[in-house]
């Protein structure tokens, strides 16, 4: 599933510029039975398996150093957000990402090596490898030399300023009934910026407005 995914585009790119490097590995071939056992009935009754503690702990501690972040990726994580990623590619820092499956995993596992717990939003998936390749994306794209001449425009992305980005057009002029805004064609650099930035509280307001209190504080 992931390996389609970093092999495409940016991220591909990226791994062949030798920016990123992607490993993946099986927490199965460090199952301790002659059946690669990695799930079992939980504790306590209940629907589905859960993920076992022992070889999640062994497949991490085989790539675990003192350089390591082991992150899971879990829906009783915390909500992952663009500050998130944009610390972790500051910290330079070797990621592990445990990818939760089933009905979750052994919390000892949680307890004892998992350094931080995300999730990407209020919902279940069938799989965190998922939520891995989006988590992965949004901190890849920040390394320096991924995006190249498009880094400048990170800075002004939706989340980076605090509110959602506004809106962007492009030729022609005119499509069908509707045209692009005049003040975005006057070359008035001034009243451009100034017309973006109402934009982006508009749109903030109506489809995020939880993002302005904190916008507005630190405005």
């Known amino acids: 599933m992931l390996d389609s995914f970093f092999h495409s585009s940016i991220i591909n790119r990226a791994i062949e510029k030798n920016l990123v490097s992607v490993n993946f590995i099986n927490?199965?071939?460090?199952?301790?039975?002659k059946h690669n056992t990695i799930d079992e009935r939980p504790f306590g009754g209940g629907p589905g398996m859960i993920m076992k503690a022992e070889p999640?702990?062994?497949?991490?501690?085989?790539?675990k150093s003192n350089e390591s972040i082991t992150i899971l990726l879990s829906p009783s994580g915390l909500p992952f957000k663009q500050k998130d990623a944009e610390k972790i590619v500051l910290s330079n820092k070797h990621l592990i990402m445990i990818c939760g499956h089933y009905e979750g995993i052994d919390e000892r596992v949680v307890d004892s090596i998992v350094d931080m717990e995300f999730s990407i939003g209020d919902y279940v998936l069938t799989n965190g490898a998922l939520a891995a390749a989006v988590v992965s994306d949004a901190i890849i794209r920040l390394i320096p030399?991924?995006?190249g001449a498009g880094e400048k425009g990170i800075k002004d992305e939706?989340?980076?300023?605090?509110?959602?980005?506004?809106?962007?057009?492009?030729k022609p002029v005119k499509f069908r009934d509707k045209e692009v805004p005049e003040i975005l064609l006057s070359?008035?650099?001034?009243?451009i910026s100034e017309w973006r930035r109402k934009k982006s509280i508009e749109k903030t307001k109506k489809n995020r407005p939880d993002l302005?209190?904190?916008y507005e504080k630190n405005d």
């Open 56 to 63: 999640i702990f062994l497949a991490v501690e085989s790539v």
């Open 212 to 214: 302005l209190s904190d």
């Open 145 to 147: 030399g991924v995006i």
């Open 187 to 191: 070359g008035n650099h001034e009243l």
């Open 158 to 170: 939706s989340f980076s300023t605090g509110i959602l980005d506004y809106p962007q057009y492009t």
């Open 27 to 33: 927490p199965r071939k460090f199952a301790t039975d």
